[in-house]
Antibody
């Protein structure tokens, strides 16, 4: 079964750091670009970051540029999101999502994890 | 950045009736080299992650009931549910992946 499982969320103070992980199973992880998408409580979806299948290229939303870093370890079938300088407005459920067809990005997201909650508050 | 705007924000439809959700992009998402519209539709039920329904504007994802269909091109797109079922109550999002991905604000679909 194709599956994504996020972990690493929690409560952190403004200015703090957190590292999210997403463990993938049931598909050839390195063949697909991967993404992080977040959803603030009661709000809509916001794409955060993407990384190509090889890990050679990354892309970030302007709202997180310079603060968040996406990476992957294809030997461990795991996607990461390092979040630094966290702000109250980063509070959200963070989902990892798999590109449907492509290793190179620009694709719909066919598989989503259940999400991990990140709360930034003093 | 491409801005996606959905209408209406909420919609109430009777069981068995047709539901129509509109999505407009601030610029064309039709890629001329392959003639594909880089537009997807998702369904999100409370407490669940989004589920992919439609990609390339009109291609139904495997396992999605055929009462769901997508249409449109360039900047104007429609998601149609031909005969609303109780399990279709959800929030629906359109998304462009022509450039840096962006989502519409969502349309909440309820039973009348």
């Amino acid at each position: 079964e194709v599956q994504l499982l996020e972990s690493g969320g929690g409560l952190v103070q403004p200015g703090g750091s957190l590292r999210l992980s997403c463990a993938a199973s049931g598909f050839t992880f390195s063949s697909y670009a991967m993404n992080w998408v977040r959803q603030a409580p009661g709000k809509g979806l916001e794409w955060v970051s993407a990384i190509t299948g090889s890990g050679g290229s990354t892309y970030n939303a302007d709202s997180v540029k310079g603060r968040f870093t996406i990476s992957r370890d294809n030997s461990k079938n795991t996607l990461y999101l390092q979040m630094n300088s966290l702000r109250v407005e980063d509070t959200a459920v963070y989902y990892c999502a798999k590109d449907t067809h492509s290793s190179t990005w620009n694709d719909a997201f066919d598989i989503w994890g259940q999400g991990t909650m990140v709360t930034v508050s003093s | 950045d491409i801005v996606m705007t959905q209408s209406p924000d909420s919609l109430a439809v009777s069981l068995g009736e047709r539901a129509t959700i509109n999505c407009k992009s601030s610029q064309s998402v039709l890629y001329s080299s392959n003639n594909k519209n880089y537009l997807a539709w998702y369904q999100q039920k409370p407490g669940q992650p989004p589920k992919l329904l439609i990609y390339w504007a009109s291609t139904r994802e495997s396992g999605v009931p055929d009462r769901f269909s997508g249409s449109g091109s360039k900047t104007d797109f429609i998601l149609t549910i031909s005969s609303l079922q109780a399990e279709d109550v959800a929030v629906y999002y359109c998304q462009q992946y022509y450039s840096t991905p962006s989502f519409g604000q969502g349309t909440k679909l309820e039973i009348k």
